[in-house]
């Protein structure tokens, strides 16, 4: 014998009865306002996740995950590179090291549960590391003049982030011969009007010499990082090398590349507890902390955006629930009257306001994840790159995250309903069923 449950019932039966009733605006109105709220929670979370992952790859991809270098230049903020040697005990640790092991604290969900860490393994190792070399100098042309920070590079240097944003030319060749290739980024050519295959002369500056070299442009570059694409050019390592008067093996410092972006701080703590007393290391993160403090605002943000759509959500879904009692108050008489319980009945409410939850966030899932992929094949919202460091609005879909908003949002929701669900009890049946 199969056993009814009688409140998912009566709520499915007052569900199709509702089509022809005066409450049907209201509920119709819930779900809009469900519907549109999920919708903007996915929206600005694929939005937010986007610029935050578009941004920091592209400062991460420029200049590394983390720098080692030498701790005299940190500490005194010295203007000049110090030479460090290149032959480093901890590089080929460093560079075959497939994981690393770490303190973690106890939590729970973001929640830390106090007590004494426990040993964790980071999720991956190191993918990369390379050399460079770092001096100013100065751009005369015959119209203009400029500052600009020359990068050294070494055949060791990783290509695949700045080939995707290479626009005239190519990468720096790196013959076995001294060359005197340079590239320079599209804000530069334009301001000091270049073009690819012009040479120009850098006066580098040491105490009160100048030394000029010239270079021919052999790419030109556009990262969309203004910051970073206004004071860069790269070139040599050798050339610079020999301008310092350094040994073969010295450089400036090294650049770290990881395979896992959440293992960074885990592997940042250990990269510095490999350091010689001589030598320094940190996080780019730590290195420019105005930038990341920007992206960090942006998770804020985030939190207030889904706060402010899933309270709309709630005072809608209340709203409605009322109005559906205040309406059904003769059949809360009837049933009342058969015997049924307080709880029963509120139960019917609930499956109803759960029902009207679940069409709004289907339909805020539809409109949501399909105005996002719309933006990512079509790319429709373009944005200034100069003020956003992007040329169009990025979309990060993660499909995990959409679920968890649907399932915070539905059981946040139905939690809420049962405070107005209380209306129910302090109906009385008699007055209920003589109710018009």
Known sequence: MRVVNVPFFIAKKVIRGARESFSRLIIRIAIVAVALSMTVMIVSGALISGFKNEISGKVFGFLGHIHIMDFEAVSSNASESV???????FVAAIDTAKSFQYPRDRSFLGISLGGDPVAAQTNGGIR?????????GVIQTKEEIEGIVVKGVDTDYDWDYLEQFILEGSRLPLKDSLGRDIMVSEQTAKRL????????????VSGEDQTPRMFKICGIYKTGLEEYDSQFALADIRVLRKLYGWEDDQVSGFEVFVEDMDDLEAIGDAVFDMMPMDLYSATVKDLQPNIFGWLELQNKNEVVILALMLVVGILNMITAL???IMERTNMIGVLKSLGGSDGMIQRIFLYYGAYICLLGLFLGNLIGIGLCLLQKHFEFITLSEEDYYVSVAPIDLDFSTILFLNLGTLVVTVLVLIIPSFLVRFISPVKAVRFK
């Open 83 to 89: 030479p460090i040697s290149k032959e480093q005990d």
């Open 193 to 204: 009007k270049l073009s690819l295959g012009d040479k120009m002369r850098i006066y580098f």
């Open 322 to 324: 009322i109005i559906l």
């Open 128 to 136: 990369h590391i390379q050399s460079y070399i770092l001096k100013t």
